[in-house]
């Protein structure tokens, strides 16, 4: 039986990776903070361990003690749009980029066969994003996070090089589902639906609805990063769905399927503006290694969310 290490086992991403490994027959050991599971059920094959990703000596010592065949760097220290990382940059580092490279170097020098897969993002692409983007495409910093994901995709570039491990940077575009926290835009979205259901006078606030984006379902990409380990060793694939939207179409869309108005519910901070030019995301390097791509629509997604409000 395969031992597969997930970390940030207690977030949206990590859990959903944990449950994808348990469905395939992995033994699984899940890290996060608190005291147990938030998410992922007891199970003969699943155990879990309260261990704060900052100390990464402590890190280096359970990896050492468990010895996994396969690794998930699933956690992160991230926030919505927004959010301001320069207070939290220290723990930013230490867990988004140090942890990466404490399971690198266990590879490197006790476990050169361990298969490492690493959670990277689309912020390493400059906005506006237009054009077509994949795995090929110019990456630039714009932000202290987007910083330090570009750094783990250099570190990984570097350990497969030089010696050989068997790492791989996924890009993540934005991937939703009901376990996403309530201030992200979607989740904001979606509970909107759902109070205005309760409600036909209620309104809220988003900053703007003019931008395009791609969504996903996070279960999705927990499956295809699952399968990715197993049946392929590139060293990066871009994760995305590979329909991109205008959100403010996509919410008119998502509130008639209820049979609201998007226009009397939802305000914006921002006047109307100009969203810029659209974009693709290329899935081709993904569907030539696995054969498929995201499935789960994005009113799927959204109606999983006003299920759990």
Known sequence: MPRSLVLGVNGQDGSYVAEALLRRGHEV?????????RYVGSSPNFSYADLDLRD???LAGFVAEVRPDFAFHFA???????FHYEPVVADMLAVNVTALHVLLEHARREAPGMRIIYAGSSKIFPAPLAGVIDELTPARATCLYSIGKLT?????SFYRSQHGIAATNLILFNHESARRPARFF???IARGIA???SN???????????FWIDWSAAEDIAELAVEIAERSDEGEFVLASGIVRHARLAV???FAKYGLDAERHVLTSLERSDPGPSFSVSLARLERAIGRRPAKSLQDIVADMIASV
Do not use: K, Q
């Open 56 to 58: 990464n000596d402590a």
């Open 152 to 156: 783990s995709r250099d570190l990984i």
């Open 29 to 37: 050991i899940g890290i996060g903070r608190g005291g147990a599971s």
């Open 195 to 197: 109070e205005t259901l």
């Open 76 to 82: 992160a220290v991230h926030g919505a749009a927004g």
């Open 186 to 188: 979607l989740p904001t």
């Open 200 to 210: 036909p006078r209620h309104s809220f606030r988003v900053h703007t609805l003019d």
């Open 252 to 254: 008119s869309e998502l």
